[in-house]
């Protein structure tokens, strides 16, 4: 298994222009994006991004929310660091087969 690497970057305290360039550079250096929130001035800036608006939805506490994003994105890492063996496009795969991705979080093969 490939190492995963996960990047967080802030996305400032308000409209794009409030944007470091460095960030910028992270957010399209990278292949999957996740975004905290698309309620962010920001948010656009991510561009094709999973969000974890519904997290906010489902659970009472900052503490909850928080947890079940770091569980989704840790997820998500694990996911991406493994090679499929058998998808004919050798995409990032959480298991040994293609079957066995995760589909309920998003993530799957081909």
């Known amino acids: 298994m490939n190492r995963p690497v996960v990047t967080v970057v ?7 222009g409030l944007v470091t ?12 994006r ?4 698309t309620r962010h001035p920001s948010a656009a800036a ?3 991004a999973t969000s974890f608006d519904d997290e906010y ?3 009472d506490t900052f503490a909850e929310v928080y947890a ?5 994105v840790s997820e998500a890492a694990l996911h991406m660091a493994r090679r499929c063996t058998q998808c004919p496009a050798r995409q990032a795969c959480w298991k ?7 589909p309920t979080r998003g993530l799957m093969c081909g």
């Open 10 to 16: 802030g996305l400032g305290p308000g409209p794009v």
């Open 21 to 32: 360039q460095e960030t910028l550079d992270a957010i399209a250096g990278a292949t999957t």
């Open 34 to 37: 996740f975004v905290r929130t």
């Open 46 to 48: 991510v561009g094709d």
């Open 57 to 59: 939805e489902r659970h």
């Open 68 to 72: 079940a994003i770091a569980t989704r």
């Open 96 to 102: 040994t087969s293609c079957n066995d991705c995760l």
